[in-house]
Structure formats: structure tokens, C-alpha cells
């Protein structure tokens, strides 16, 4: 498939546009977080959550900036400035970004866990350390994995899981093929774990706020009624916005 001039150029510098952006609005809650811990308000888990979402989020938003600056020179990329060293360190980042959905996931566990099955703040810290650990052993693991296999390479317009270029030729080696595999492993799977994870959280979020209004509303006043209703319907709504 052959594109136009607009759009290679389009295909280089959206992601440096997007990318900027999502940069600067993760910069800017590691920085409200940093500040109300001075402050005195404390961290909460779900604090310290959106922290290490964000700093995923900036190492791979810095893989997208560079776009295809890190291709190879001799892929033909509109740009391409770089080697086999490039693309490989932009493959890395990229894969990183599995973390930003495994940290969701873990964030909308966390609502679970205080809402429906009520855990105290105490619980919460026992658990967290375990999943900061778990997302980010995964994040730099698989990426080093990739690494060490030669499996970062050029796909277009950027570097990420693929092939090396010798599979294409005549004679290509038997370990071809394998880059599809460990793609759907490393990214794919754990990624549709946690957005299904996160739709199953957010439904019981959502029908254990609506049973307990309900059981409310038997003994409260109709003020009180009416309130709950409309604390149903704002969690109704958010979850579907966050699924």
C-alpha cells in the first residue's frame, strides 16, 4: 500500500503533536501530586497510581515524539534519521506503554476493593507495593526480552515489535514468524486482561452503589432519596465513560 507525501508527513508529525500534549498533561500531575504531598494532604493509593500511570505514560509518549526520527535511514521513512540502535530504544519505550492499562486496571481495583468489599487504607498499602512491582517488572521485562530476541524493529512509521529485515529475504532464518507471537503475549493479552478487568470492576462498582442507595432509601427522608438516585446515575454514567 502506497501513500501520498501529506501523508507520510502526517503519519511523522501527528505523533510529535499527541505525543507533546500527553507529555505535558502527565508532567503536570506528577507535579499535583508532588505538590499536595508538600502541602501536607498526604498520597492516597489512588495518587500514587496516577503517578506511576504517568511516568509510563511520558517514556512511551517520548517513543511516539521521536516518530520516525528513530527509523532506520535506509527504511525510506519520510525523516528517518537514525540506525538499528534507534529503533530498538524506541521499541523499548513503546512497549512500555502496556503499563498505562495495567495501571488502570489496578486503579479501578482499587475503587473495588474500598467500595464494595470496604478495605481500609491500611489494607491497601500492604497490597499496592505488589502491583507497582508487577506492572513495572512486566513493563521492563518484556521490553528487555523483546530487546535481547532482536525483535524492535522497524514496522512503520515507528519501531516496535517485528521481524528483523533478514526474514524478508530470500533465505529467511526459522525463528521468523516468532515477532506476532510474542506481540499477542506480551501486549495484546495482558492489555484485553486488564480492559475486560476493568469493565467487570466497574460493574460491581456500580451494583453495589446501586444496591446500598436502595437500601437507603427505605429509612431516609425523600431528600435523601433523591440523592441517591442521582449518585446512581453519576457512577453509572462515569463507568460507562471509563470502559
Keep these: ?13 501527528s505523533p510529535k503533536v499527541a505525543s507533546s500534549l500527553s507529555i505535558l498533561g502527565s508532567s503536570f500531575i506528577i507535579w499535583e501530586s508532588i505538590q499536595d504531598y508538600h502541602a501536607g494532604k498526604g498520597s492516597s493509593s489512588m495518587k500514587r497510581f496516577l503517578v506511576g500511570m504517568s ?3 511520558i517514556l512511551s509518549s517520548i517513543g511516539w515524539f521521536i516518530s520516525t526520527w528513530a527509523a532506520p535511514i535506509d527504511t525510506g521513512a519520510r525523516g528517518a534519521a537514525g540506525n538499528e540502535q534507534t529503533c530498538s530504544f524506541q521499541g523499548f519505550l513503546l ?6 492499562p495495567l495501571y488502570n486496571g489496578a486503579l479501578v481495583l482499587n475503587y473495588l476493593l474500598v467500595i464494595k468489599h470496604k478495605w481500609s487504607n491500611a489494607h491497601l498499602r500492604k497490597l499496592e ?4 512491582a508487577l506492572i513495572w517488572i ?13 525483535l524492535l524493529n ?3 512509521p515507528v519501531c516496535w515489535v517485528a521481524d528483523p529485515p533478514e526474514c524478508f529475504g530470500d533465505s529467511p ?5 516468532n515477532a506476532k507471537i510474542f506481540a499477542t503475549a506480551f501486549f495484546c493479552v495482558p492489555l484485553w486482561i486488564a480492559i475486560l478487568m476493568t469493565v467487570y ?3 460491581n462498582i456500580y451494583f453495589s452503589v446501586r444496591s446500598t442507595t436502595r437500601k437507603m432509601s427505605k429509612y431516609g427522608q425523600m431528600h435523601s432519596m433523591r440523592r441517591s438516585s442521582r449518585n446512581v446515575k453519576e457512577v453509572a454514567s462515569r463507568a460507562v465513560m471509563y470502559s
Design 154 to 156: 522497524f514496522i512503520g
Design 1 to 13: 500500500m502506497s501513500f501520498t507525501d501529506r501523508q507520510l508527513k502526517a503519519m511523522a508529525i
Design 55 to 57: 511516568c509510563v505514560d
Design 201 to 203: 470492576a466497574l460493574m
Design 129 to 132: 507495593p505488589y502491583l507497582h
Design 173 to 177: 532464518p526459522s525463528s521468523c514468524g
Design 95 to 100: 512497549q512500555i506503554a502496556i503499563g498505562a
Design 138 to 150: 512486566w513493563c521492563l521485562g518484556t521490553s528487555i526480552v523483546l530487546l535481547a530476541l532482536h
